[in-house]
């Protein structure tokens, strides 16, 4: 089969033609660069209604001198182009030209997901079965994991793309778009200096970051401080979500995609974490990291195959198009993948952040956070030492306010190590039911009201023992651990992450979720009755978080 795909969601007019027989895909990309600042709409929209004719017609003479079967036969066998997300005036260029080009051919039509042909093209690559994929671009950051016939969003950015916010930055230095390479140019020169690290659960926030190193570059900052500054908070905030993913799904697979993707720094992050772990790291060439329409057609040509095509009457492009609105038809059944299970006698469990030593017969569990090598020695110190002392604080905090939680024995903060009481026999991982999950929004809900966040409430971080859990009864109990990404606050934007995180751990590990969340809010609604917790602000910010993610 072959397909000629259209990307066109921002700055690239791409067009390229790939061929299933040989897996060859020949690119041709005119590239929009503003002359001052961002990405402005209009004037990318007018570069793409220029452009899209001319990569497209260069790529059709291509198939055409290639082709092979009658003359009478159309040079390609469908149409594919990125459908969304993206900007609309944009889109709906490169979607009128697709629908024109498969009309005149007379091919099927094939609407791409610009962010899930990031993570195809990935995973078609590296011949990975289950990947986890972080995707980096300039409008976006999330991380991506399949289940359930769908990429489900395990974590994402709260304000802005990493490249958007990288962008805003050199804005505001007055240097040119794109600014990313430029801030890896000069972070070669330079020393490291302390900014914000805003890790949420699974998701992350650049908005103070970006501030916070304007701040320090107008206050006398070497640019070349702040710029490796950057790259070592951004790129670390980036590689600890895509670690956590891994540990919440129990996957050893990771592909990279996006245009931050080039960044040699972040791809030298994600390879040391994944080694550490035992897992496996792939990056994709650099012409299939950027935007382009190589990735489109690669997507292009499975979904055709899978008979996943459109009607013109139902084309229409669609710029908040997320990833986990797409139903995955081209492929067949779920990834087998590593499963929580029940082990007796002491044994190791390696987390996201820590390695933890579980030694039921004593009675005790040892959680020492490693140093992590893809982290700056003094970023990753600063952060190892934050969180012991608090999780240990918010850990006892928590059980004061009622909340099942392990007694802590010990605490070396210079050491970074944590010694509690052994609860449970298994994470909620290995048994996500929906009495278990109320019982863990009852316990979010006491905690809100005592005026503490979890900051990480997954299914790793929740621990079950054994027995009858219908009877809430001590030896079928629910235990909250982990406190690590804790915090005292009376924001109820706050506790809402909290409810976020779990619904998105819930969708990444449970099959199914949907049924699963409302239930936890239920649970969360009638624990917090008769509390001061403001039920309503929790419940509307938690509609605005959920709503305010940069495709949805």
């Known amino acids: ?5 259209i990307e066109g969601t921002a700055w690239a007019a791409s067009a390229a033609l790939h061929d299933t027989a040989t897996d060859e895909t020949v690119i041709e990309t005119d590239a929009y660069v503003p002359e001052s600042g961002g990405i402005h709409p209009r ?45 609309g005036p944009c889109l709906r260029i490169v979607g009128s030209a697709a629908r024109a080009l498969a009309g005149t051919l007379d091919v099927p039509l094939v609407g791409v997901n610009h962010m899930v042909a990031h993570l195809e093209i990935g995973r078609h690559a590296s011949g990975f079965e289950a990947p986890v994929c972080l995707n980096a ?33 050199t ?15 000069r972070a070669r020169d330079g020393a490291y200096t302390d900014l914000p690290y805003v890790v949420k659960g699974m998701d992350f926030s650049f908005s103070g970051i970006m501030s ?55 791809r030298e992050m994600l390879a040391s974490m994944c080694e550490a772990r035992g897992a496996e790291f792939f990056a994709p ?25 459109l009607d013109i009457a139902d084309s229409a492009v669609d710029p908040d198009f997320r990833p986990d609105q797409v139903e995955v038809t081209w492929r067949d059944g779920e990834p087998s993948v590593a499963r929580a299970v029940d082990i007796t006698g002491e044994h190791e469990v390696q987390g996201a952040e820590a390695v933890v030593t579980l030694q039921p017969e004593a009675g005790r569990v040892v959680k020492r956070r490693l140093p992590k090598a893809y982290r700056h020695p003094d970023l990753d110190e600063r952060l190892r030492a934050t969180r012991t002392r608090s999780e240990a604080r918010l850990t006892h905090d928590a059980r004061r306010a009622g909340v099942p939680t392990p007694l802590v024995l010990d605490v070396d903060p210079a050491e970074a190590t944590l010694t509690f009481e052994y609860v449970g026999t298994r994470d909620l991982r290995a048994d996500v039911t929906e009495p278990r999950v109320r019982d863990v929004a009852g316990h979010l809900a006491r905690c809100h009201a005592a005026g503490l966040v979890h900051g990480d409430p997954t299914t790793r971080n929740v621990r079950v023992a054994e027995g009858g859990n219908d009877t809430g009864d001590a030896d079928g109990r629910t235990y909250l651990v982990d406190f690590g990404l804790g915090y005292y606050t009376d924001d109820p934007e706050d506790f809402a992450m909290d409810l ?53």
């Open 43 to 87: 004037e990318a929209a007018e570069h793409m209604r220029a452009a899209i004719p001319e990569v497209v017609a260069t790529v059709l003479d291509e198939a055409r001198a290639t082709h092979d079967g009658p003359a009478d036969e159309p040079p390609i066998d469908a149409v594919a182009f990125s459908r969304g997300p993206g900007l």
């Open 137 to 169: 671009s300039g409008a976006n950051a999330h991380v991506l994991g399949y289940r359930n016939g769908r990429y489900r969003v395990l974590g994402e950015t709260l304000d802005t793309g990493v490249g958007n916010a990288i962008d805003k930055f």
């Open 500 to 552: 976020h995180v779990l619904g998105q751990a819930l969708d990444g590990t449970a099959d199914d979720a949907g049924a699963l969340r409302e239930a936890a809010l239920d649970a969360y609604r009638a624990t917090a009755d008769g509390s001061d917790l403001d039920v309503g602000a929790v419940s509307g910010q938690l509609g605005a978080i959920e709503g305010r993610g940069r495709y949805q």
């Open 171 to 185: 804005r505001h230095l007055g240097w040119s778009h794109p600014g990313g390479p430029k801030v890896e140019k």
């Open 285 to 309: 060439e650099p012409r299939f990291l950027r935007d382009n329409a190589g990735m489109i057609a690669v997507l292009g040509a499975k979904m055709a195959a899978a008979g996943d095509t």
């Open 1 to 5: 089969m072959r397909v000629l795909g």
């Open 212 to 266: 916070a190193a304007k701040e320090a570059v107008d206050d006398g900052e070497p640019v070349e401080n702040v710029c490796f500054a950057l790259q070592e908070h951004v790129f670390a905030m980036l590689t600890e979500v895509a670690e956590r993913a891994l540990s919440l799904t129990g996957r050893d697979e990771l592909v990279l995609g996006g245009g931050v993707g080039q960044n040699d720094r972040l």
